[in-house]
């Protein structure tokens, strides 16, 4: 009979093999994501982070992702392995710990910030994935940045973490996301929309009007008039129901909210 871990030794394997012939195809993240996540598979991936092999490192940074995505105990070792691997000279072992960083939640990301500006748009993508629900000042300040970044999955996740992944509504936050609301990109706009929605800031009450009144409406512009409940919303929802083939329970009940207001308003 095998030993119990034989099926993560054997994924491990081929993990590597799997990193070595292709270090960006999607085979190594299925081998990565079939292996059990264990303090093993921990020190393991630990060993590979300190390998002279760039291939390797960069694997062990994403098994180290994988375990501490599971394993809360793991993440302050994790950290102090991860962490001087942003000063990698290899970009993609600095994207691949910079990933497994967001999974060790480090309680200073300053050390971050350098990258706000860097060349490489998957990288300023990775790290603001992984501070994108940070909680504190530095984080924030950084999401600003991305959020007016030149590219749009940068921008698109900068302003996602903005508007719904935190609670805090201050000036900061809202003038970010109110400078959103005209970006060229469609999902950027619309996450601008349910951001400053939430926040009941009167700024979106026109753009939204504009986004539930065009030939095509996303399913986060009835989301964002659900959060803001205005009676000002209310025409151009209840047309909506004539045709709208999105989620008509989404759309009935910001209907119904907006009209519970109007309500209120005129007892």
Not at 9 to 19: D, F, N, Q, V, Y
Not at 33 to 52: K, M, N, P, Q, T
Not at 194 to 217: F, H, M, N, Q, Y
Not at 242 to 261: C, H, Q, T
Request: aromatic share 4%; with cysteine; hydrophobic share 40%.
């Amino acid at each position: 009979m095998e030993p119990d871990d034989a099926p993560n030794e054997g994924a491990l394997r081929a993990a590597l093999a799997a990193s070595r012939k292709d270090p960006d195809g999607p085979a190594r993240w299925d081998h990565i994501r079939s292996i059990e996540a264990d303090e093993e598979v921990f020190v393991e991936a630990c060993g590979l982070c300190a390998s002279e092999s760039p291939v390797e490192r960069r694997l062990g940074c994403d098994l180290l992702a994988h375990v501490l995505s599971e394993y809360e105990d793991f993440r302050p070792r994790g950290l102090a392995t991860l962490r001087p691997l942003v000063d990698d000279p290899d970009d993609q072992v600095v994207m691949s710990a910079v990933t497994a960083l967001g999974h060790a939640e480090p309680d200073d990301i300053a050390f971050l910030e350098r990258f706000v500006t860097h060349e490489s748009s998957e990288l300023r993508f990775a790290v603001a994935l992984a501070i994108n629900t940070h909680t504190s000042d530095k984080a924030v300040a950084m999401l600003v940045e991305f959020s007016r970044d030149a590219d749009d999955d940068v921008r698109n996740w900068a302003t996602f973490g903005l508007g719904t992944q935190r609670d805090r509504n201050d000036e900061v936050i809202r003038n970010a996301l109110a400078a959103r609301l005209d970006d060229p990109h469609d999902e950027v706009r619309e996450e601008a929309l349910v951001g400053l929605a939430r926040r009941k800031d009167e700024r979106v009450i026109e753009p939204l009007r504009k986004a539930l009144s065009g030939k095509t409406v996303a399913e986060l512009s009835v989301e964002a008039a659900k959060e803001l409940a205005s009676p000002e919303l209310l025409p151009a929802l209840q047309k909506l129901l004539s045709w709208w083939p999105g989620d008509e329970e989404l759309l009935v009940a910001a209907i119904a909210l907006s009209s519970r207001v109007k309500s209120d308003a005129t007892d």
